[in-house]
């Protein structure tokens, strides 16, 4: 099942300074090849379910690794059978439809 | 990894009523023993990370194969390493906490 | 406009125990008179949308001034034309389709 | 109160392309002058509260004006009281740790 997807991590217990943790995750995405697209609330991704999952549970686990004793992950998750849509597709239709 | 999670499934694209959906995603969660607390913005569970995600995959394709040709879903996940928590501990020490 | 809506805050810079931050918030929905039902990921209210978010920035605001210096909140919120839905409404309707 | 938001709206019973929706609700987010940044699964913005919220209101009721009986909106907020944070800032911060 191809998949579109979001993730935003939260470390708790760390101060306020979040950049880092979120920063490991990066490298983690790209190893999976899912085309992490950064922003201000999340990392979007795309692939399949396994490998999104897989590797968001890796990200997850970094940031525990990383000396957050909580962490609080929030993802969406998307995908249609009736045809094919990347993140770029999706990007692509909404500015096409406020031409 | 132990973990509390929060799933919420919208089917698009099979009209206004979505409750036959999400109740078909309650027997599934019930089978991998998450102890599933549904309310009325998503369904509340806890277990370990790999039997919580293979439910929610499992839950996300069923409502595909109910109809729906598009499903968007969103999780929230938490864990700690301090010490264990459940979705019961959770609530008692809030309520705990406004008295 | 009638809404049901989840509210879920995350106060950053406290150490891990965010309890008592969001026992600060109970109050706050009551006396708005939301409905407020309490979870194990947020808290799930009805209303206008107007007193659904005026009690939502008091609670982000409470937060704040409990001595967090940064706080992260996730808001779900639902609308439907067609005809009036309780959370509770919700809910009996995922019960009554599992039968 | 300054503020970093991220809204992603679902009209239901309109089918399966939504993306004339969301396209509806970047004029609006523009008018705010909240510096609109889409991305395939929202669109992030900024600025104070009262401001955020009273666009993501217009958003969420022109959806239903467009003719979607039923909408769904997600949305993520935070501020820091400790110094000023842009979603450009953000985005920088996270890119400035992975180097």
Chains 1, 2, 3, 4 share one sequence.
Not at 45 to 57: L, N, Q
Not at 69 to 89: C, E, M, Y
Request: charge should be negative.
């Amino acid at each position: 099942m191809k998949v579109t997807a979001e993730i935003c991590v939260i470390p708790l217990g760390v101060g306020l300074s979040v950049s880092r943790y979120i920063a490991a995750c990066q490298p983690i995405l790209e190893a999976w090849h899912l085309k992490p697209q950064l922003h201000a609330y999340g990392t979007n991704v795309e692939g399949e379910w396994d490998d999104v999952f897989a590797a968001f549970k890796e990200c997850h686990q970094t940031i525990h690794d990383l000396g957050a004793p909580r962490v609080h992950t929030t993802i969406k998750v998307g995908s249609r059978t009736d045809r094919p849509q990347t993140n770029d597709d999706k990007i692509a239709a909404v500015r096409g439809s406020s031409e």
